[in-house]
């Protein structure tokens, strides 16, 4: 079955710092990979997307690049700022499930002043 | 306005209660979802709706009972509830059918709490 792979938190880091959360994924045929943000208290928000090999998907200063040789969907920014302090899920939907999202177990970023 | 709405927003019950809880969507969307978020934060689908009909039914205890009235409303109800059943319940919806891969909106999720 499908599945995401995504690094264990909390990732703690100074304002200004750059970013990088690790997101791998297994699925058969071509899913669609998703980065979704949850702030403390909040639901979910999409953050940004990509639908097939190579896309970039970018939001707010972040990025991932769609890689199917390597199975993965790294979300990087480069100068993150105390607001970007949340719960960030990597997630896929393949194209047979109603749209379904298999979520990564999530990663909490903390942003120090 | 609210695009995915939830009610209640907090909901605190004794353990063998029935309890509901209501989403509704304003998007124009044709699928919804929920979703339970568990103490660790991980994310896992429940039940989906596709404009009314029952679409995903994942491993579930029989005690949940998803109902979808119209396309716009998706109930969840719990019978006989327990300990664990204690989460945060997320609804969410989104455009399409099955081959869909649009981005789900989500509400802001109502957390239940079993004493």
């Known amino acids: 079955g499908n599945s995401v792979t995504q690094m264990e938190g909390p990732v703690t880091l100074s304002e200004e710092a750059f970013l990088t959360i690790n997101c791998t994924y297994t699925?058969?045929?071509?899913?669609?990979l998703f980065w979704y943000v949850q702030y403390p208290g909040e639901g979910l928000q999409l953050l940004l997307k990509a639908t097939k090999a190579d896309d970039k998907g970018s939001n707010k200063g972040f990025e991932a690049t769609y890689r199917k040789e390597t199975t993965s969907f790294h979300l990087e920014k480069g100068s993150v700022q105390v607001s970007d302090s949340a719960v960030y899920f990597c997630?896929?939907?393949?194209?047979?499930?109603?749209?379904?999202?298999?979520f990564g177990a999530g990663t909490q970023v903390v942003v120090t002043p | 306005d609210t695009a995915v709405s939830q009610t209640p927003k907090y909901l605190v019950t004794q353990m063998g209660n029935d309890k509901s809880i209501k989403c509704e969507q304003n998007l124009g969307h044709d699928t919804m979802y929920w979703y339970k978020q568990d103490s660790k934060k991980f994310l896992k689908i429940m039940f989906s709706?596709?404009?009314?009909?029952?679409?995903i039914n994942e491993t579930v205890p029989n005690r949940f009972s998803p109902k979808s009235p119209d396309k716009a409303h998706l109930n969840l109800h719990i019978n006989s509830l327990e300990l664990g059943d204690s989460a945060v319940y997320f609804c969410?919806?989104?455009?399409?059918?099955?081959?869909?891969?649009?981005?789900?909106?989500f509400g802001d999720g109502t957390r239940l709490s079993i004493l």
């Open positions: 969410a919806s989104s455009q399409g059918d099955r081959t869909s891969n649009q981005p789900q909106h």
């Open positions: 699925a058969t045929g071509y899913p669609s």
């Open positions: 709706y596709n404009n009314k009909e029952l679409i």
């Open positions: 997630a896929l939907s393949d194209m047979v499930s109603w749209g379904k999202l298999q």
